[in-house]
């Protein structure tokens, strides 16, 4: 395949907003505990062990100014922060990170796997806070014009199981984590919804077993999609 065609990690369909680019661009999704950050330590696991080395990052966050920012939309304030205001910081710091990061190593031709991106604002703003889904997605046509995700994992469990995985780790809760139950499933729905909307794009990953069969079913994924590049 040439530089500057961007095929995708199986045999589908072109996506309306990817641009020429050599590198793949990966993201994780699912709702809190539900182990996507550890699956992507063992995705970049595997592609290194295929000779790649791949750029690790997350949102919001990923650059310096993107990282202030997740501290002031995640940590809890003492006075209200609407939905409204939560979207428009996540999306700062999402156009932060895509022009000084993502962007920049998908062009150097890098492997970028994604801890969240925007199917997360769906998700949580979208299905969680009940934002209108057409604001999120113009937003997103300005924060990061032409750059869907080549592949995303989603990992889906119930609440009541990520939570208790979360409840055993025992962490304190940032503002977004101290949510309701009945917020965890709206956001579980919104996800599964885009799944039902791009199945080409988004792989569902039963996320209810252990590691390592949730590790087999990501590397079987990232063989096809190492395939589909050579
Ligand atoms: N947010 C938003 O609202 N809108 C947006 O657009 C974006 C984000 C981008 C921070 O996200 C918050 O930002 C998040 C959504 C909001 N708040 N909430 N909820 P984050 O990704 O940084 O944080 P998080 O979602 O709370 O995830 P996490 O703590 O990183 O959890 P995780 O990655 O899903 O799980 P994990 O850390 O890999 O695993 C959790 C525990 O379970 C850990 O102890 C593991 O060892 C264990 N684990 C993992 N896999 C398994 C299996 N298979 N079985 C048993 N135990 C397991």
Redesign the pocket.
Known sequence: MSRGTWPICAAAAPFRYAEPVSGRFITFE??????????LAHAAAYLRGRGIEPLLT???GGTKLAEQLRSLV?EPHDEPVTPTV?LLV?FAARASHVAGKIRPALKRGSWVLC????D??EA??GGGRGLRLAWIRQLAKIAHPRLTPHLTFL?DAPPEI?LG??E??G?RL?R??A?TFAFFERVRSGYLAIAVREPERVRVID?T???EQ?AAAVVHELANCLRATE
């Open positions: 699912g709702i809190e505990g539900v182990g996507k950050s550890t699956q997350r949102e919001p995640l939560e996540i801890d969240r991106f925007t997360a604002t949580y703003q990992f990520a995985r979360m055993k780790r962490a940032d977004i984590e949510e996320a077993g252990s590691e949730i």
